[in-house]
């Protein structure tokens, strides 16, 4: 398979033995590949870029959807239009991990890159609400496995204990994302098209792919395409991909088009739960590689992991997401004002993040890490929902940064704990997992949150003397009518704002604080070394050695054909 001499002998010598029969299943390449700290940082860095241009995409569209409602006369549907990726990105979550085991990491988040590069650039072009949303759903297929497979890149090349000081790269992306994402798209809305969203994610889709190309010395994967087919297992994909669209597109409906006792949302959440028992079945009993080994859960950090991590998402998304409105709406603050009031959250949680990276690297310890961002974070958000119309732009800025602080503790401490506990055969299916996981987690508190303010809300204007299309418009998208109501409505409309806001905030608390009792019941301490550490170490350097041998060697190949 290999023609280039030069190339065999680096490969046969460098690949060949890292592969142990201990620690990888038959068939299965092994892609672990530590690398010297030179390359760890751009390897970082690349997969910072992938990260942070999927993240963007999905934050610069929040501020935007009344004015794309507006453009595209999409009226209450216009929430599909972020649903449509959600649905579609979480489905396909659980899949990422297994696929990259199986075809090489590179070779999946090119694929990925790709698929989302073309439904952003058919987006922006899109010219009604339903070509929007089928655009939308194909760049949720890429788009939500780029952070993914960046991820388990990460978990390939640097030990558990180091990684959590290099990863504090890739929480402080996450943290900027969500902190710019936001007023980029206010800036776009307010001073040029919604449309610049999307096409500015293929510059950046350009550079992040260049970035992987050159900067990331990865190991392939062996075998030809029939080989590697027969490692996919297509009958668990098929049905982990059924159930998570049924599940996912439930909870979208339940969070505004339908009620939840609606048979559209009760009968595909029925026949969607089913399915995922199905799937649980299958994968315990039957295929070789499954897509998600049940024997994972067997571990109590595993499963400590998964429902904190879901709880995680659940909160995150709910934060991103109704913070802005409720500055717009409650204060009447623009859309990039409101933008530029969530950076404080995002900031500290960058810097808490990377700090709690080199804390992981410096001690070895996670598990006071996670207990501790998890009650601050309770505290925060409890303090968030206190906001009222007498509230200063202090106490507003305030409590988001002790907000932040808890957020950056919880979520790459975790991921070093979770990886920690199981062998380097399942890293890549343990990232994934938590991925889709935090994404469940999300889509749940969209459909929870929306469900109780408009509920909530509703109670304050059904006593309003109103036309019916002001109010069916209130309910819809209270911040985009805020300017056809009267100041005796929009008193009555804000009251009803800040009682959903401050019970929504209050259940994300409420939560933040179950997730610190089961971290604390299940996400107990576990040395992070391993003993085959230094030896991969060493293995590390000779590959990144040989592969500047080979391009040395291919220069002058292409100089003497020259």
């Not at 968030?384 to 305030?398: D, F, I, M, P, R």
């Not at 003397?465 to 009267?486: C, F, G, K, Q, Y």
């Not at 008193?491 to 009803?496: D, E, F, K, L, T």
């Amino acid at each position: 398979m290999c023609h280039n001499p030069l190339r065999a002998k680096v490969m046969s010598s460098q690949i060949a033995p890292q592969e142990s029969e201990e620690s990888v299943p038959p068939k299965l390449t092994d892609q672990t590949n530590y690398l010297p700290r030179s390359k760890i940082i751009t390897v970082f860095l690349a997969c910072a870029s992938v990260g942070t241009t999927g993240l963007l995409d999905e934050t610069m569209i929040s501020v935007a959807l009344p004015t794309i409602s507006s453009d595209l006369r999409a009226g209450s549907q216009i929430s599909w239009v972020a649903g449509a990726f959600f649905v579609t990105s979480t489905a396909c979550q659980v899949l990422y991990g297994r696929l990259s085991d199986v075809w090489s990491r590179k070779i999946v988040l090119f694929a990925l890159m790709f698929i989302f590069f073309v439904g952003n650039i058919a987006s922006g072009f899109s010219n009604s609400f339903i070509q929007l949303l089928i655009f939308r759903a194909v760049s949720g297929i890429g788009g939500g496995g780029l952070s993914t497979v960046a991820q388990i890149i990460v978990s390939d090349v640097v030990s558990l204990r180091e990684r959590g000081k290099y990863q504090g790269i890739l929480g402080a992306s996450v943290a900027f994302a969500y902190g710019v994402g936001p007023v980029i798209g206010g800036l776009f809305v307010e001073y040029s098209t919604w449309r610049w969203i999307f096409w500015l994610t293929l510059p950046l889709t350009v550079v992040s792919a260049a970035a992987v190309y050159f900067f990331m010395p990865l190991k392939t994967v062996e075998g030809d395409w029939r080989q590697k087919l027969g490692h996919i297992d297509f009958v668990g994909s098929l049905l982990i991909l059924l159930a998570s669209i049924l599940l996912v597109l439930s909870l979208t409906w339940a969070s505004g088009s339908y009620q939840w006792h609606n048979p559209h949302v009760f009968a595909t959440l029925v026949v969607g739960v089913v399915i995922s028992v199905a799937f649980v079945l299958w994968e315990w009993k039957v295929p070789a590689f499954p897509v998600i080994p049940m024997y994972i859960f067997k571990k109590r950090i595993v499963v400590g992991a998964g429902i904190t991590q879901t709880i995680n998402g659940f909160l995150t998304v709910v934060q991103v997401f109704f913070l802005p409105a409720f500055y717009q709406l409650a204060y009447g603050y623009s859309p990039v004002k409101s933008g530029l009031l969530v950076l404080p959250l995002t900031l500290v949680q960058t810097v808490t993040s990377t700090g709690s990276g080199l804390i992981v690297t410096a001690t070895g310890r996670y598990r006071e890490l996670i207990l501790t961002g998890w009650a601050i974070w309770a505290v925060g958000l409890g303090l968030l929902a206190t906001l009222n119309e007498h509230s200063t732009l202090a106490q507003q800025v305030g409590y988001s940064l002790l907000t932040g602080i808890g957020v950056g503790q919880t979520f790459q401490p975790s991921l070093v704990a979770v990886q920690g506990a199981l062998e380097r055969k399942d890293m890549a299916v343990v990232t994934a997992m938590r991925s889709f996981a935090r994404n469940i987690g999300g889509t749940i508190g969209l459909a929870i949150t929306n469900t109780i303010l408009n509920g909530i809300l509703a109670s304050y204007v059904d006593k309003l003397d109103i036309t019916p299309d002001l109010r069916r418009a209130i309910i819809d998208n209270p911040v985009s009518a805020r300017s056809e109501m009267s100041p005796e409505v929009l008193s009555r409309v804000i009251a009803g704002y800040h009682e959903g806001f401050r019970t929504i905030f209050i259940i994300l608390a409420s939560l933040a604080a179950l997730a610190f009792f089961v971290a604390f019941a299940l996400m107990t301490h576990r040395d992070l070394h391993r003993d085959d550490d230094a030896k991969l170490k060493e293995e590390g350097k000779a590959f990144a050695m040989g592969t500047r041998v080979l391009n040395a060697g291919q220069a002058a190949v292409a100089d003497n054909a020259s």
